[in-house]
């Protein structure tokens, strides 16, 4: 069965800096990797999205990456602002399933 | 865009009640979707549905059924809550077999269970 690990689990860093988020799934027959950012008590918002054929996706301050053939991907954040903040989680998209695999997130503190 | 409504956002029950969750989206999607999230645990797949009337079981279902009478529509069921039922649960949408649609959730119904 897909296991999805992020770590770490929480992680502080000063406004200003750039930083990158992990995520590793072991089974790599994946259709795509999704990247989630879950407020307090929120629901899920959809940042990115990367194809298995695709190796990166970027959206603003926001670059995730994919390694299939190693099972990990990352989201890098560039000039992190307080408004960041916030849990990010990583879904795999798996060949054969039905729904998403999930990470139990990493819990993202930016100081200003 | 998407958007994904749940019915409530927090929700007080007592054991024993039979309590409904609801959840309507906007796109015409195929794919409905039903999670829990619990700390330390993530998000665990209840019940899926790809089509009206038709569903199937996630990882999680004891305890739960559900309903899809019309397409935009999607309704959790705990027949008896129990206090162990006490979580965050999370409605999803996608596009059918559509690899490469993102799926777009609701914000949440925080359930209590007394």
């Known amino acids: 069965k897909q296991e999805v690990t992020q770590i770490p689990a929480a992680l502080s860093v000063p406004e200003g800096e750039n930083l990158v988020l992990n995520c590793s799934f072991t089974?790599?027959?994946?259709?795509?990797l999704q990247w989630f950012r879950q407020d307090p008590g929120k629901g899920l918002t959809s940042l990115l999205l990367?194809?298995?054929?695709?190796r990166e996706q970027t959206s603003g301050r926001l670059n995730a990456s994919l390694d299939k053939s190693s099972g990990r991907s990352t989201l890098y954040i560039a000039a992190s602002q307080p408004g960041d903040s916030a849990t990010y989680l990583c879904?795999?998209?798996?060949?054969?399933?039905?729904?998403?695999?999930f990470g139990t997130g990493t819990r993202l503190t930016v100081i200003p | 865009d998407v958007k994904v409504t749940q019915s409530s956002r927090y929700l007080v029950k007592r054991t024993g009640e039979k309590v409904f969750l609801e959840c309507v989206q906007d796109?015409?999607?195929?794919?409905m979707f039903w999670y829990r999230q619990d700390p330390g645990l993530g998000l665990r797949l209840i019940y899926f549905?790809?089509?009206?009337?038709?569903?199937e079981k996630g990882d999680i279902p004891e305890g739960y059924s559900v309903s899809r009478e019309k397409k935009e529509r999607f309704s959790l069921i705990l027949e008896s809550a129990s206090t162990n039922q006490t979580s965050m649960y999370l409605c999803?949408?996608?596009?059918?077999?559509?690899?490469?649609?993102?799926?777009?959730f609701g914000d949440g119904t925080r359930l209590s269970i007394l």
């Open positions: 089974d790599s027959a994946i259709y795509n």
């Open positions: 549905s790809y089509d009206v009337k038709m569903k």
């Open positions: 999803a949408s996608s596009r059918i077999r559509a690899r490469g649609q993102p799926q777009h």
């Open positions: 796109m015409d999607h195929e794919n």
């Open positions: 990367i194809q298995s054929s695709q």
């Open positions: 879904a795999v998209d798996q060949t054969g399933a039905n729904n998403l695999f």
